[in-house]
C-alpha cells in the first residue's frame, strides 16, 4: 500500500459496481481519487479510461491502492474483507454498512486482529453528520438546562420496486439491514454516551418491538419504542413504503412531513419539557421538491413563541467520505464501532419467533422462511456480486 495519505492524485478501488459502487466512485472522483473497479460482471465495466478488474487477483499492484471500497452485498462483506488483506495486510477498507451480518461480529473482529497494521472504517453518514450536530446544538441553546425526555427517528422507503430491479435484499437482517443502522447512528447524537451504551448492550423488552414479516423482504418494517435512563427512543422504519402499514402503521408524530418519491422519509425528532425539534433530512417530498438540494436539509424548531424553520447545508456522503480518508490517513484509527450490529442481532433474537420462523441471526438462506419456519438454502453466488441498495 502507498505511504502516503489517500487525498487527492490517490488511488481507490471499489469493489462491486452497483448504484452504491457508482455512487461512491463519483464522490472519490470528485475528491481527486484516482478510482478503478473491480466486478466480475463485464456489463459493469465503467469505461475505457477507467481500470476494471474481475476479481482481485487480477489487480496488480495491491499496494498502489490506497483505499479499497467494499460495496457488496453484506454477506459477502467479511471475505471480501479477507481477501484484501491477504494480499495487503496493512490495506486501508472503507465497508459498507452493515460492516457483516450480526452473526459475523466476532469473525470479523478476529480477522482485523490478525491484521494489525490494516485500518477498517464503516461507512454511516450520519455518525457525523453536520445536520445533526446542528440539531444538537439547537436543542442546548433553545432549551438550555432542559434535558432530553425524548428522541424519536423514522427513516423509511418503498424498496419493492428496486428489488423488483434486482437490486440487493438483505435475507439477513431484513429492516434492519438497511435504514436502521443510521437510526442507531442519528440515536447516538443525543443520548449521553453511556445511556447510549446501555442501550447498545441491553437486552430488548419484547413488548418495546413490533415487526412486520414480508415473504420477498424478510421483515418489511419495525417499530421500536423504550425508555433508556428515563429518556423515550422510539425508532421506525419500513422498507415496504405504505405497504406495510396495514401490519405496522407509521407513528402519528410522522404523518405531517411530505415522502418523497418511493415513501422516503428520513425525520428525526428531539423533545424536551418545553420544546421540540425535527430534522428533515435530504427533504425532497413536498410542493419544494425540485427546489430543495440534497444536501440541504430542514429543521423545525417549535417552542411557546411558535415555530421557526432553519435549513442546513451538508452534503452527507461527501462529508463523511472527507472524514473516513482523514481517519485512514491519521496518526492512529480505532477499530470499527460494532455495538450497533450487536443490537440488531439482539432485536432480531427477539422478534424472529413473531415472524414464524426460528433466529436468523447467522442463518444460510435464499429467501422467506418456508411453512415449516425452516429457511431454504441458498444458492452458491460470487462474493462480488455488487451490491445494490442505496446508500
Known sequence: MSGDAPVP??????IGYGSVGRLHTEVLTRLGLQVGVLDPDPARRPGPAASWWRSIEQVPDV????VWVVCTPTHTHLPVVASVLARDAAARIVVEKPACRAAETTAFTDLLATRPAARVVVMNQYREAAVLSSLARLVAREAPGEPVRAVRVAFTKDRRP??????FVDRDHGVFGYEWLHMLAALGHFLPAPAYDAYLHGPVDPGSLLVAPDPALLLAAAHERTTVDGVTVELFSTVAGDGAEAELPRPAWTRGY???IGERQRLVRVETASARFTAELEPLGGPARGQVRRDVHRITVRTSGGDRRLEVVDPLISNAWTGMLAALSAATCPPPDLRTLHRIAALLGTVWPQAAGPALVGADRAGPPSLTGRPPGRPAESVLTPRQESA
Open 9 to 14: 492524485g490517490g488511488r481507490a478501488c471499489v
Open 63 to 66: 499496494r498502489g491502492i490506497d
Open 162 to 167: 428496486d428489488v423488483a430491479r434486482g437490486r
Open 258 to 260: 411530505p415522502k418523497a
